[in-house]
């Protein structure tokens, strides 16, 4: 990866970042919805035709929301409109569409399959299964029984089609660089277009016919609906296990299962949504864990714009130090971005069961919905831990790091260096602190005393710093100052916790690293 590109890519992931997770997912659909609501009037895509396309739009949306609404208000839950737009959007593109009873009834069905299915097949908190696919899946096998051959619609994938493959790739590689899961959802496309690819041969030659492996890939390409699934539901994060090996896995199992679909007894075939639904199976076995909660302890500044919350584990808790944790916090009319936040773990395994997590305050004039809740929560207040994830990992071995973080960043780092400390192992580590002030160092003490170099950025310079720190003496963090203060880092493995902007900023000298690996705050 050569240092523009590397730039550019934070840049982007700085800029998608402003949106929340759904936010980004909903537009991007609904810009696909309109391109092909254009192109049917055009007469570029023949069926279904714009009428279809609005009126099974109009059905799916108000029973999912519907759906959503009834079940959330009985189970006290906050109505989250977005999540039911992006399954109503997602549906549309996976069934055929139609203006008929039969199929008017059929796409109801598969909404409320789809909706209840978040609720009913669930496990603290997330739905295991993807709710378009289950949907689409039941009404699919369903349908294939003489009893209900009357339902008018089934999954049919009309997305797969050559004219929008463009805006498919477009608009998915936004959503895939926004949730940096580019790389996953690639090795599924190599996976299903080879096996796909595959198939085709080995059923030309059964045939007798020649086989032409340049058209079997176009098709594979293109008139299949791989593009749309990889992008906008198997990139799904909470159907997706925590760690990065663990969705390769998966990626794996679903392109295998997509590209050769496997007839089940003669009666249906295992299709696209139902090969995702067996990698959903896949990640629940990888990430299902004991139920956890946290009784909150204590809280306090650590600098004068962040906190630090201290809880008791209650059951049985794992994580590795670098990983970060989903806190579930049930408010009063959540805001857009609902009730769940992730958070980097301070404290190192080793004190468990202390947990300790840290955040910036934010905005003070404008707080989420979510920020105000988690300011209010009193000690003795019990909250839900629905996972720990990441892949922010210290490399295994005794290789010489480099740790960069910005402002309230620095948390995962500190759970790293204690945890150091607590197995009394010796690393050689060279920690760069970036903050707008000095009295934004937090957790000073505790990263003192784990004996690790840290070089501190700050406009001002801090009083009576431990030995082994060094004040940059004012100067901008870049590529440069990087380079002064850190001249061996080719021989290091760095690892930034920070914005994207200031990752595109130090491109240039991290492109010498011997590797590198990053925690962007693109928000989830």
């Known amino acids: 990866m050569n240092r523009s590109f590397t730039a550019a890519r934070q840049r982007v992931l700085a800029l998608l970042g402003a949106l929340s997770m759904y936010r980004l997912v909903l537009f991007a659909l609904i810009a696909l919805a309109v391109i092909a609501l254009g192109l049917s009037a055009l007469g570029v895509i023949v069926s279904p035709t714009p009428v279809e396309i609005v009126v099974s739009f109009l059905v799916l949306t ?135 690819v595959l198939r085709q041969f080995v059923q030309a030659q059964q045939a007798g016919l020649d086989a032409d492996l340049g058209t079997a890939f176009s098709f594979a390409l293109l008139q299949s609906p791989f593009l749309f699934l990889g992008a906008f539901m198997l990139s799904e994060p909470l159907t997706l296990p925590p760690r990065r090996w663990q969705q390769f896995s998966v990626a794996a199992v679903v392109g295998v299962l997509a590209g050769w679909p496997i007839s089940i007894a003669g009666l249906f075939t295992l299709g696209q949504e139902r090969a995702l639904l067996i990698g959903n199976l896949v990640a629940f076995a990888f990430a299902v864990r004991g139920s956890v909660r946290l009784v909150l302890e204590k809280r306090r500044f650590v600098t004068p714009t962040a906190q630090e919350l201290t809880f008791r584990a209650k059951g049985k808790v794992s994580f590795l130090p670098g990983q970060y944790l989903e806190l579930d916090v049930p408010h009063h009319r959540p805001d857009a971005r609902g009730t769940r936040r992730e958070f980097s773990i301070v404290s190192a395994p080793a004190d468990l069961p202390t947990l300790r997590i840290a955040y910036k305050n934010g905005d003070q004039q404008h707080p989420s919905s979510y920020k105000r809740a988690l300011a209010a929560a009193e000690p003795g207040t019990t909250l839900a831990v629905t996972g720990t994830w990441g892949d922010f990992l210290l490399p295994r071995g005794e290789s010489p790091v480099l740790m960069v973080a910005a402002g309230i960043g620095v948390t995962p780092f500190v759970s790293q260096l204690r945890q150091l400390q607590a197995q009394g192992v010796e690393r050689d580590v060279v920690l760069v602190y970036v903050a707008a002030e000095a009295a934004e160092i937090a957790f000073r003490d505790e990263l003192a005393a784990t004996g690790a170099r840290v070089v501190v950025f700050t406009r001002d310079q801090p009083h009576d710093l431990p030995p082994h720190w060094t004040w940059a003496q004012g100067i901008r963090l870049d590529a440069d100052g990087l380079d002064r203060f850190v001249p061996d880092i080719a021989d290091r493995h760095a690892f930034i916790s920070g914005p994207p902007r200031l990752i595109a900023d130090l491109a240039p000298a991290l492109q010498r690293a011997r590797a590198l690996t990053t925690d962007a705050f693109a928000g989830y």
């Open 62 to 196: 108000v029973v999912i929301s519907g759906v959503d609404a009834m079940v959330q208000r009985l189970l006290r839950l906050p109505w989250r409109i977005e999540s039911s737009l992006v399954t109503a959007l997602i549906l549309l593109f996976v069934l055929r569409p139609g203006v008929e009873v039969q199929a008017i009834l059929g796409l109801a069905i598969a909404g409320a399959v789809a909706s209840l299915s978040k609720y009913l097949i669930a496990w603290r908190g997330r739905h295991i299964l993807n709710p378009a696919a289950f949907g689409a899946a039941v009404v699919s096998i369903v349908g294939s029984f003489g009893a209900f051959s009357w339902l008018g619609t089934s999954a049919s994938w009309w997305v797969g089609t050559p004219s929008l493959t463009i805006p498919v790739v477009l608009l998915g590689l936004a959503v895939l660089w926004r949730t940096e899961k580019v790389r996953i959802v690639l090795l599924f496309l190599v996976i299903a277009l080879a096996t796909s």
